[in-house]
């Protein structure tokens, strides 16, 4: 995990944190801020959990591959482990409790997790290890044959039985597995530990009920179930009296929310109910699906400035034949037709998107009809990917593979094409102003970096000491491919 902010049992005991605690230059107290970051039980709630001296003994370290899905479920986790009285770590070598969160959605990725527990081969001595996530799910208990001295598999649909698995290994158990699917219930904890001090993520939509022939997202996440929307809310609520000023939404087709409770309400409502709550500044939301994306949701984000201007539509294939083959449900057209409801907002909106290259009986002219695709609709941010045949997904049987040396091409290529375009947009930027959400500080270049709205980010200057965490207004005066160069306007 990336620097993980450790609210720790100290921390959990404390309860709230005082907002308004400033240290000597007027900062937001970072002790604040790493507070902040947790959502807290009640404190009878507290005591309980925090009363065994067994537990509390114990410590865990967390490591986190793929999305930002991922990244959440790890704060959730944490939390779930924070609560049972376990303490973070920095280094798997001191922990007692060593869990990988892990993705599969790339061969790659599931091999770097196999990696990490060969590490574990002769030293797992007196430690459990667990595999959490996407490859738990896919491997399930084959883990256990392949890397014996792990002991706990879980995947993400079944999260919420995750205490009972741990209290099962601290009370002897030697393998422990959680790997239901058909679970119609989300994954929400008492305690949640928040990494982001800036950005606060919150599920709304897990698992999947497309089928898209390349992925194992519906395979491993399990089917769609949207969260309710009064807890969604009082998520919310919570988060904004913490301190958070910007949430994001998250779900792999989070557009796609239907509330489940008698409210009933719709993706665009929750994101109007959401962007309402009192200190809330910026709403987020990823990953939109093409096929569930509406006018609404570009009318709503006209209307209302706390819904930041930036949406990630992932097309995948620029050509429609492609697009059939891999289950997308839209052709090129009705992408572009969605895209210029995007373009044609009073805002304007920032668009990202997700590339596929070299999906099986992918031509040179469906590849060209992707850089075609990627001039008409200008956006500021791909993500481009070799096609990699997973377990489970109708595309590994298809014929026509393209060579692994073709799709490194066709990669190449692709993102050469997408950088001389976001070269031209950014250079339009220069003279243009943007307030950032200040998140990091580069000390040796002596500049501050945030995110706009449209979640670009801006490196600027200023002669001001404490930014972090504040809205700063900048002047653009130089810009790159991904990022902006600017001033503090003061
Ligand atoms: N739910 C999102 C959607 O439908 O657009 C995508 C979620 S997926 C976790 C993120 C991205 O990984 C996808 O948009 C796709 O571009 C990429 N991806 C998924 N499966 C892949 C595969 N087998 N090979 C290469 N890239 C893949
Ligand atoms: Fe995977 Fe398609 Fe579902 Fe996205 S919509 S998670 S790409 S199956």
Not at 277 to 283: H, K, N, T
Not at 397 to 405: G, L, T
Request: hydrophobic residues 35%; glycine residues 6%; contains cysteine.
């Amino acid at each position: 995990m990336t620097k993980p902010f450790d609210i720790g049992v100290e921390a959990l005991r404390q309860g709230l944190p005082d907002k308004n605690r400033r240290d000597a230059d007027g900062a937001k107290a970072p002790d604040d801020r790493v507070r902040a970051m947790s959502e807290l039980p009640s404190a009878s709630l507290r005591a309980r959990k925090l009363r065994s001296p067994e537990a509390a003994a114990k410590s865990f370290y967390l490591e986190t591959f793929g999305c930002q899905m991922n990244d959440h479920d790890s704060e959730k986790v944490s939390g779930v482990l924070l609560g049972r009285g376990y303490r973070a770590v920095e280094t798997p070598a001191d922990a007692d409790l060593v869990l990988y969160n892990t993705c599969s959605i790339r061969e790659k990725a599931a091999q770097k997790v196999f990696a990490r527990l060969g590490d574990w081969k002769t030293t797992s001595q007196g430690k459990i290890i667990g595999v959490l996530g996407c490859v738990a799910q896919q491997e399930g208990e084959e883990i256990f044959e392949r890397a014996p001295w792990v002991s706990l598999v879980c995947g993400s649909a079944s999260y919420r039985r995750l205490p009972d698995l741990i209290a099962e290994l601290e009370t002897g158990g030697r393998r422990v597995t959680g790997l239901d699917l058909d679970t119609d219930e989300t994954f929400e904890t008492e305690i949640t530990r928040r990494d982001n001090p800036f950005r606060a993520y919150l599920t709304i939509i897990e698992g999947c009920d497309y089928s898209c022939a390349y992925c194992v997202v519906p395979h491993t996440r399990g089917p769609e179930r949207s969260r309710r929307s009064d807890s969604v809310l009082s998520e919310v609520r919570r988060l904004a009296d913490a301190g958070y000023t910007e949430i994001q939404l998250l779900g792999q087709t989070v557009n796609s929310y239907r509330d489940p409770s008698p409210r009933g309400m719709h993706f665009v409502d929750l994101l109007e109910a959401v962007a309402a709550v009192a200190g809330i500044r910026r709403v987020r939301f990823t990953t939109s699906h093409p096929n569930d994306f509406t006018r609404e949701i570009v009318r709503a984000i006209d209307a209302t400035p706390a819904l930041c201007d930036h949406i990630h539509l992932p097309v995948q294939s620029g050509s429609t034949p492609i697009l059939r083959a891999m289950r997308r449900t839209y052709t090129r057209e009705e992408y572009l037709e969605k895209v210029s409801w995007i373009r044609a907002a009073r805002r304007p909106i920032s668009l990202t998107t997700d590339v596929i290259v070299g999906f099986p009986g992918e031509s040179e002219a469906d590849f060209d009809e992707t850089l075609s695709l990627l001039d008409a609709i200008q956006c500021d941010g791909v993500f481009s990917f070799k096609y990699s045949p997973r377990p489970n997904t109708l595309a590994r049987e298809m014929p026509d593979a393209i060579s692994e040396e073709e799709k490194g091409r066709r990669l190449a290529v692709l993102q050469e094409h997408q950088r001389q375009i976001q070269i031209a947009r950014n250079q339009t930027l220069v003279g243009t102003e943007f307030e950032v959400l200040v998140d990091a500080r580069h000390a040796a270049r002596d500049q501050w970096a945030g995110r706009s709205t449209s979640n670009r980010t801006v490196n600027f200057t200023s002669r001001h000491q404490s930014l972090l965490g504040e809205y700063v207004q900048t002047r653009v005066t130089r810009a790159g491919p991904n990022s902006l160069v600017g001033e503090h306007v003061v």
